[in-house]
């Protein structure tokens, strides 16, 4: 059974820095995309980034590029979110996802990946 657990949210002022991580477990993460995707109160989910843990391919939401960085740790089988200069419209709960197909900015745009965290609040004050 895949399961992938998030971590890391919180409450932190406008311009400050949250880490997110991801730990993944029954399936072999070195085979999946792993994203981040999140959902404001009021709106609908939005894809962030993704990675290919095979051969460590990314991709970026427009608005998030040159803020957050998407890494991981494959012997930890853990997914990161660096997010950096963060503003109040980066509130939302933020998720993790895994898909079989490769990371690029389509998959992004889906919301339909088959395996999905509980999610992990990131509120941003100004």
């Known amino acids: 059974e895949v399961q992938l657990v998030e971590s890391g949210g919180g409450l932190v002022q406008a311009g400050g820095s949250l880490r997110l991580s991801c730990v993944a477990s029954?399936?072999?993460?070195?085979?999946?995309?792993i994203g981040w995707f999140r959902q404001a109160p009021g709106k609908e989910r939005e894809g962030v980034s993704c990675?290919?843990?095979?051969?460590?391919?990314?991709a970026y939401a427009d608005s998030m590029k040159g803020r957050f960085t998407i890494s991981s740790d494959n012997a930890k089988n853990t997914l990161y979110l660096q997010m950096n200069s963060l503003k109040p419209e980066d509130t939302a709960v933020y998720y993790c996802?895994?898909?079989?197909?490769?990371?690029?900015?389509?998959?992004?745009?889906?919301?339909?990946?088959?395996?999905w965290g509980q999610g992990t609040q990131v509120t941003v004050s100004s």
């Open positions: 990675l290919s843990t095979r051969d460590g391919s990314t």
């Open positions: 996802a895994a898909d079989l197909l490769e990371c690029n900015m389509r998959l992004l745009l889906l919301n339909d990946w088959p395996s």
């Open positions: 029954g399936f072999s993460f070195d085979d999946y995309t």
